[in-house]
């Protein structure tokens, strides 16, 4: 990383204040553990304060001015959105893979290439698939036939579409990537599961990130859907005809069962599932390690297995928590209800004498 | 999709009864909200009586008779059934990949193979392999030394098996799937772990469809089984040493630990798991997201974590619900029962007097 | 296997005694189930005595001296150590692939290769890649640039190194893992998620081993770590800027969401997981299915979600089991408290007569 900036210089880059000296040389980006005097690191979340503290940063990139000694700070009122610029910035520029098909690719006649499209060596593209301008395909990734990909696409090594899959522009697949496998159906007589056709297919919006060995599978008769904008992390299983909303972001090792519906920008945290048919309502937030087994309304959080509103699963588990104490004031309870028992009918004998 | 029949048509074929116009042509299926009047869609979810409502579908397949209007209903017993049936029926052909290998692939001379297969480019058929007739393997599959692959059964693109792994006949591998895999084995001493050589093998039935990017572990020592007839979904895990049984469904991203044996029937929902070492009685039914720690007995559901019988686990969920009621009502005996020994303590001083 | 061995040899190579015939013949290992007379099998877990006293199994190794008849028995402190050790004197010998690179793989001019090092055919190494002496790469394998494998690391069919990934000696890393993918960081801005470059790298180091298809990213500015000596089960999520500490086991479907710093040790069980930005004490353990929301302050075993130490969520669950037992007792608490004070104001009533 030769690029050099003053600290003044990305402030005004960002939109972003200096605080001490706007004439600091910044030389690149780094953690605050492992940042030096010509790095330029950042402090965001709470939890990191010891470090900040303790870094060998010479500036930090800050939400709100904070006491952190004498250090420079580069103050911005979005921090995060002002840290993915000068990544991009400074990040070290991996040279595209160049345009062309390597030779080693096996590329069908009947596929339509459209310009600067690089394709990997021993990567596959099928009869009638259509690869828009500036698409990239990595080293043995796999385009079945009649597939269609938006410009500027990248499907990064290993990753598999099954014939007929859709994908808009702009959109980053990542490696092991399946998608279009065939749905889960099965309709079973007598023990026997006897397979249900999947006709249906995948399609994908513009501006998508899929993680790296995500799967999503085609309609058994219609589309599996995966709004404009959506991002998908690692490991996420989307079933047979379901509609991932635009803008949502689900995390790894997310689950969607078939012919659930998400409303835009919902936000699904790691391990959490969706039962079948459910229509969730835009903005919901479904907490970590959660299951959704009803439809949710409107935006919000919802927490637990079942999911409920997270404020009353937060407070249902503390109670959990005091159950042993709740058992004992019970358990105590009985015994003085047992004494004022006795002693009501010693008293009655007593009057009675 | 040239293909047209007259509705009476579609009755015979998959033995169910004509409401309405048994000559109305039909010239396709379609989900409820994608169809137009030459299609028929169908409708077999309560959920869905408002897009049946709705629906411009010509005609509808349905369990059994339905209030909704003129429609056209194709009446079945088992709708599902006769869904996949005339989904094969209607089904655009995809031409099957031409028999033979392709010259970019890698078979090895030691290799056998059967009447029509079909070999895609850049899959690697490893010494000692033996396919079965009209086998399939996708472009990018790589099949290990030694291993058996029963005739007629068809491996995705990118798939991977280990040496020495055997599948039956009919069965369908989707793409990302690896098939014996090391289990997961070391004996620790000192903190180090030393690994077990795991020196089994993977053994699938016939007629078994594993979802993408699922993994099954060879047995450490003896076989890995997945019995006839199982359909395993996608990102599932079998470990080292476990037995599926034969008709077994488990859902996307279930899980199954280390020599656990499962009779015939299980059925796991998505995202649930059960530990390792145990024996699950055939016809067990796992619910979504839970976790089995415990041999179950019979057939029957189980939920939650650790698994205990469905209806328990509900009463129970139900009543987590009403903790903070409970905790109000505890308070408030508190309240009374301390009232009534204050009076019955003054009672007793006044009658002491 | 050939190989046949007397028991008291076997003793005397794992350091354990015979009780019975030491001159017995050994030729195998084998499952309790598939044992026959000429097999030595393992009785180390209680819950398969039934299968030990049925085996046909000529001898036995065991961790002590237990009561299964007439049998001979091989007796270890370390019996699941004495098995690794057996097992790799037994195993069918795999020859290990040939040294050399396969004139299908697709080698760049500007990698390095050490000594002895094995390519498969479609396996593709990019530039600037540097590969110790002995790796071996499978089928398919694709290294991405700059990249650094240490010497004997095994790379089984179908891995994907991301460019810059940096792994250690001794290795092994199963089909479909994915290292060094890009982290899940997105700054949003009125609801456009815009991408955070992934800049950082993965680094793993010694004799770690990571099961099929599991997933590691790389950090967004700076590493994301695997320690010397841990072992990655399947289906596993290391999510950007997460530490692992050396000689931790993590098994099947676990998941680990960002910048979490694990110390030495620690062990997840199955489908568990950890949230973001926590610090989690060497030694902890993490019980199946189980998510770990805060820091953990010492090694101990945490269960549930939230998860607590596993003492109390054994407890509370046995007592949300009991609330149906425990509402029952309130109620009837009621009833008693009720008619109690009914009495009191009756005996009230009369005093006041």
Redesign the interface.
């Known amino acids: 990383m030769a690029a050099s900036y003053r600290l003044a210089e990305l402030a005004r880059r960002v939109g972003g204040k200096v605080r001490g000296n706007g004439d600091r040389r910044v030389e690149g980006?780094?953690?605050l553990?492992?940042a030096g005097p010509a790095h330029l690191s950042f402090f965001t979340?709470a939890?990191y304060r010891k470090a900040a503290l303790a870094t060998r940063a010479g500036a930090l990139l800050v939400g709100k001015p904070a006491d952190l000694g004498d250090r420079d700070l580069l103050i911005c009122n979005?921090p995060?959105?002002a840290?993915?610029q000068l990544?991009?910035l400074?990040?070290?520029v991996?040279p595209a893979p160049p345009a062309g098909v390597?030779p080693?690719a096996?590329v069908s006649r009947g596929a339509k290439l459209g310009e600067g499209v690089s394709v990997?060596?021993?990567a596959?593209i099928e009869e009638g698939a259509m690869l828009g301008a500036s698409v990239v395909v990595?080293?043995?990734t796999?385009i079945?036939r009649d597939s269609r990909i938006g410009e500027a696409t990248e499907l990064?090594?290993?990753v598999?579409l099954?014939?007929g899959t859709v994908i808009g522009a702009r959109c980053?697949v990542?490696?092991?990537v399946?998608l279009g496998?065939?749905g889960?159906g099965?309709?079973t007589?007598n023990?026997?599961?006897?397979?249900?056709?999947q006709?249906g297919r995948v399609v994908v919006g513009d501006d998508v990130?899929i993680?790296?060995?995500t799967?999503v599978?085609r309609?058994?008769?219609?589309e599996t859907e995966i709004g404009s904008?959506a991002?998908l992390?690692?490991?996420v299983?989307i079933?047979h005809?379901v509609r991932v909303g635009a803008?949502s972001?689900l995390?790894?090792?997310a689950?969607i069962?078939g012919s659930t519906r998400l409303g835009?920008?919902v936000v699904m945290a790691?391990?959490s599932?969706i039962?079948g048919?459910l229509d969730i309502a835009g903005g919901t937030i479904v907490a970590?390690?959660s299951?959704v087994?009803d439809d949710t309304a409107g935006a919000g959080t919802v927490a637990?297995?079942?999911a409920?509103d997270h404020r009353?699963w937060k407070?249902?588990?503390a109670?959990?928590?005091?159950?042993?104490e709740?058992?004992r004031?019970?358990k105590e309870?009985?015994q003085?209800?047992a004494e004022?028992?006795a002693?009501?009918t010693a008293?009655?004998r007593?009057?009675d004498r």
């Not at 309609?219 to 219609?222: F, R």
């Not at 109670?319 to 042993?324: A, D, F, K, N, S």
């Open positions: 980006l780094a953690t553990d492992a979340n939890r979005e995060y959105v840290l993915a990544l991009e400074f990040q070290a991996v390597s080693r096996a990997g060596p021993f596959v990595g080293p043995g796999v079945g990064r090594p290993g598999v099954y014939p980053l990542h490696s092991g399946v496998g065939d889960f099965f309709a007589v023990g026997v599961h006897r397979k249900v056709p006709t990130e993680g790296a060995n799967t599978d309609g058994a008769l219609g904008g991002k992390d690692n490991l299983m079933a005809g803008g972001l995390a790894a090792q689950g069962a835009p920008g790691g391990q599932g039962i048919h970590a390690k299951a087994f637990g297995v079942p409920v009353n407070r249902a588990q109670l959990v928590r005091r159950l042993p709740l058992h004031t019970v309870l009985q003085r209800v004022l028992e002693r009501s008293d009655r007593e009057d």
